[in-house]
């Protein structure tokens, strides 16, 4: 069985047959930002989550206008295809993915297996960065229908509506405030938001490689935690950096039509006054 939606994924063959094609834009965002200047594959630019994506004051995106800008200085207009890959099985691809599709462009894939399968491949990696001349980037109103802010949260939580916490399961019971191995950081309580099934974004992925698990592997994680394609579902982990690649096999690789993005997350709720929490 495939993917609802093959189309926004590309292999690392495709790719490797493709880097001049001058129609793609290839996007590495990863967490850890030294990793573009240490190699990335031909052709790609890099976009940090956090220095590029981010308010510079504000927690919040880059403004409309902002996001235009970062657009039409790394060449892609509104016709590009913009395939992300990056470190951790995708995690920042698949952020990067949601907040180009938040702006409206529609045309955005992920490399499956991300920076590790190219890596294990040996396929060919540079440390020059390239230019590309500028564009005219008009990015559209921001889709709100793919993200989740805290009062919607709340009241899908009080409606017993399904939310998928993929955060580690020390970190859902509250007995970690952060992902292992992180540093002790961005909120005062631990635990849950009411309701939520615990399903890491780690069981969607193959760890061998990174690549996304079968359609039939998947349906069983999720719908085997009762997240059906019937219902509104929410996601989130810390900052939505993980529940952007849950976001991103919910709404594509299964096909549910209404999934959203909680990005705000526990580093928001664990510090909200009066939230409710389970542990």
Same mark, same amino acid.
């Given at each position: 069985?495939? /993917?609802?939606?093959?189309? /926004?994924? #590309?292999?690392?063959?495709?790719?490797?047959?493709n880097l001049d094609n001058p129609t793609i834009r290839i996007v590495e965002s990863d967490e850890d930002p030294l990793l573009y200047a240490i190699g990335h594959i031909p052709g790609? #630019?890099?976009?940090?989550?956090?220095?590029?994506?981010?308010?510079?004051?504000?927690?919040?995106?880059?403004?409309?206008?902002?996001?235009?800008? *970062?657009?039409?200085?790394?060449?892609?207009?509104?016709?590009?295809? *913009?395939?992300? /890959?990056?470190?951790?099985?995708?995690?920042?691809? $698949?952020?990067?993915?949601?907040?180009?599709? /938040?702006?409206?462009?529609?045309?955005?894939?992920?490399?499956?297996?991300?920076?590790? &399968?190219?890596?294990?491949?040996?396929?060919?990696? *540079? &440390?020059?960065?390239?230019?590309?001349?500028?564009?005219?980037?008009?990015?559209?109103?921001?889709? &709100?229908?793919?993200?989740?802010?805290?009062?919607? *949260?709340?009241?899908?939580?009080?409606?017993?509506?399904?939310?998928?916490?993929?955060?580690?399961?020390?970190?859902?019971?509250?007995?970690?405030?952060?992902?292992?191995?992180?540093?002790?950081?961005?909120?005062?309580?631990?635990?849950?938001?009411?309701?939520?099934?615990?399903?890491?974004?780690?069981?969607?992925?193959?760890?061998?490689?990174?690549?996304?698990?079968?359609?039939?592997?998947?349906?069983?994680?999720?719908?085997?935690?009762?997240?059906?394609?019937?219902?509104?579902?929410?996601?989130? $982990?810390?900052?939505?950096?993980?529940?952007?690649?849950?976001?991103? #096999?919910?709404?594509?690789?299964?096909?549910?039509?209404?999934?959203?993005?909680?990005?705000?997350?526990?580093?928001?709720?664990?510090?909200? #006054?009066?939230?409710?929490?389970?542990?």
């Open positions: 069985m495939t /993917y609802a939606h093959p189309e /926004y994924l #590309v292999e690392t063959e495709w790719l490797a047959a790609a #630019v890099q976009v940090d989550w956090f220095s590029t994506l981010q308010h510079p004051l504000r927690r919040d995106f880059l403004t409309r206008e902002q996001f235009e800008d *970062v657009a039409s200085k790394l060449g892609i207009t509104n016709s590009t295809t *913009v395939i992300f /890959y990056g470190d951790k099985s995708n995690w920042f691809a $698949c952020y990067a993915l949601w907040i180009f599709e /938040y702006y409206g462009h529609k045309n955005v894939k992920i490399l499956n297996g991300g920076r590790i &399968k190219w890596e294990q491949e040996k396929r060919p990696l *540079v &440390k020059e960065a390239p230019s590309y001349a500028k564009t005219t980037y008009r990015a559209k109103e921001a889709d &709100k229908s793919i993200r989740a802010f805290r009062d919607e *949260v709340l009241a899908h939580s009080n409606a017993r509506k399904p939310l998928v916490d993929v955060r580690s399961a020390k970190e859902y019971t509250g007995e970690m405030l952060h992902m292992p191995n992180y540093p002790q950081e961005g909120a005062t309580r631990g635990g849950h938001i009411p309701g939520a099934a615990s399903i890491p974004w780690s069981q969607a992925v193959n760890e061998s490689d990174a690549t996304f698990k079968t359609t039939g592997e998947l349906t069983a994680l999720y719908e085997g935690k009762n997240i059906k394609p019937d219902s509104e579902v929410i996601a989130y $982990c810390r900052i939505g950096e993980r529940s952007s690649l849950t976001w991103f #096999v919910l709404k594509y690789l299964l096909g549910y039509p209404q999934v959203k993005n909680y990005d705000g997350s526990w580093t928001e709720w664990g510090n909200l #006054v009066d939230a409710p929490i389970e542990k």
